[in-house]
């Protein structure tokens, strides 16, 4: 291999990495420049990587970076949406699938579409939107979140996780774990309550408008936001209890 530098990587992609246990072959899905595949490969985490993206001119940056770094012959390169990458595999499984960096919604249909291409895949997931569907959407393709962890980068947050299929008769998740997060709810981590504080300002914004609205349709949505503001109340008392 070339002496070149190792893959500079942001803070969320290097956790996102880390979230992973080491295998044989990963996907990166969504690669764009392609420096996560770099990272995997030149640290051994896995042998060969798939990259993938929607993206034909994101795509050749990917190659040029790789084949710059020397590692091009280790790669399987795809232009495709979503988990169709996958069939460029031709039928490896794949150890870890990454997906990262974009709204839950997409991400929950990329997996609904592309769930029978999983072949019991690890899966490190990182969306900027829409995490309770997201959760749900795991849960209804058979998969169980493992670990979750909150994530700082340029005074952003972000939530990643890493997520296995589930366990034989392994319960669903609540309404409270699906809407904050199973693993959050059990760690409560450092940096948690800096997304707990945003989201409870936004919830309790609609409250008061809610229970000023005239309209039914808007009236009936208040029970919903009153429920998650609970919970982020919650949360929250924990850490001030602790602290």
Partial sequence: MMNTPFPKLDNRLK???LL???GKTAADIGADHGQLSAALLMSGYAEHVLVSDI???????ARTALGNLGIYDKATFAVADGLDALKALRGTPADNIFILGMGGMTLSQILEKG???LQGAALILGAQTDLPLLRETLQNIGYRIRKEIVVEENRRYYILMQCTPAH??????????LLLGPVLLQEYPPLWPAILNRR???LETAVTSMQKATSDKRAAQLPEFEEELSYVNGALSHYSTQG
């Fill in 20 to 22: 992973a246990d080491p």
């Fill in 55 to 61: 993206s034909e001119p994101s795509l050749n940056k």
């Fill in 168 to 177: 034989p008769d392994e319960p669903t998740y609540t309404r409270q774990e």
């Fill in 15 to 17: 956790q996102a990495l």
């Fill in 200 to 202: 409870r300002q936004m």
């Fill in 115 to 117: 769930a029978h291409r």
